[in-house]
């Protein structure tokens, strides 16, 4: 596509629900990123895809957060047994490879209530 | 630790006159520095980029920033601010350029005055 799309663009769930947020790169990138942005903050880094694998998974928070991209395209962040705190916008980005730039999403806000 | 502080958590600036937003990092080595602007509800969009080369790096929206090795700076700057540049500005970085995070500042919020 010509842009990173994510879906949702909102989702409100309860404590303790399980979540899928997708995020579908430019075509044609191999490389794909997830970060969080909480209110106030700078995005930070959750993991990181080359391909269809995790080739750095160090910012993902506990082992709530999990994340895959089985055909190394599409990506779908899943975080299990919500919190609160896990409540922030969720961007992702992508670039090619050795790329010297990382296109970035418009972001799914997750409400966790 | 690697880190980007960005000192300024909210400035206004009248429409017209100079911006410079902060930026100090601190690597190891020299890193990648990138220059990023976010509307409210929007996605980050690029302003600029430094990897090597020339220090004073222009950018979209009439932006440019310059890379200070000595300061560990990278600011940005916009000769004339236009009241559509009011926004959330990041300052990023990573060691390379291929399949390394980006490590982002907490940002800067610009509000414009007329």
Redesign the interface.
Known sequence: GAGVSQTPSNKVTEKGKYVELRCDPISGHTALYWYRQSLGQGPEFLIYFQGTGAADDSGLPNDRFFAVRPEGSVSTLKIQRTERGDSAVYLCASSEQGGSGYTFGSGTRLTVV | AQS?TQPDIHITVSEGASLELRCNYSYGATPYL?W?VQSP??????LL?Y?SGDTLVQGIKGFEAEFKRSQSSFNLRKPSVHWSDAAEY?C?VTLN???????????TTLSVSS
């Open positions: 980007v990138f990023y509800g929007q996605g980050l969009q690029l980029k990897f990041f990023a350029q291929a399949g390394t995070a980006l490590i982002f500042g907490k940002g």
